[in-house]
């Protein structure tokens, strides 16, 4: 059964900074744990005292909690909603050339900085930021359940990744990525036994289940 959500999550926690900041920025990731395609990173921003009402947004939550259907009905709603957004990601390629974590930060970096208006406080998803621009940031386990614009940060860098990873399907179809998206499934492994590994696997992660060390 597709996920709906709990359609609790409001702008509680952006409302304390709105108070002295216009622009606060959530920022999220998706891609980290897979051996395959890239990591990809979100930055929303939504206008200041945005409250999401009983509207297409009362249904946000974390992208994980939410089925694809309801991933795909909000991905248009928090574009439309939203003040500014972004998205950016960083290819197998240079994940294997500076590490995850590295290439994840510059995910995330990237898709700040392209943003139209360089915020005044980011929100990011997680216990570790290693920010470029001198832009003051907090860190939050969990944020993407917690907090609002991570929430949309999260919806918005999944579906998106999602949607290279089934184009990826296309381009290689006997490794299933359409379905598991890079993802360590068994279906996967066992693709990779069969046929090796696929020009987009990571080349830095390994697969246990196959005996690599």
Known sequence: MDAQGTGSMNTDYEHRFWRDIPLV??????GRGPLA???VAAAVVFPRWFMPGNGPLAALDDSKKLGVALREQLEPAIKTAALYWTVAAV????IDRLNIFQATMLAMNNAVAALPETPGMLLIDGNRFMPVLP????TVVKGDSKIFSIAAASVLAKTFRDAVMKQYGETYPRYGFEKHFGYPTR???????????????RKSFRLRQLGEK
Request: glycine content about 10%; hydrophobic content about 30%.
């Open 91 to 94: 290819d197998h390629e240079t």
């Open 187 to 201: 279906d996967h492994v066992r693709a990779v036994a069969a046929y090796g590994r696929s020009p987009i696997h």
């Open 37 to 39: 395609g890239p990591v």
């Open 135 to 138: 832009i003051p940031h907090e």
């Open 25 to 30: 920025c959530g920022i999220d990731e998706a």
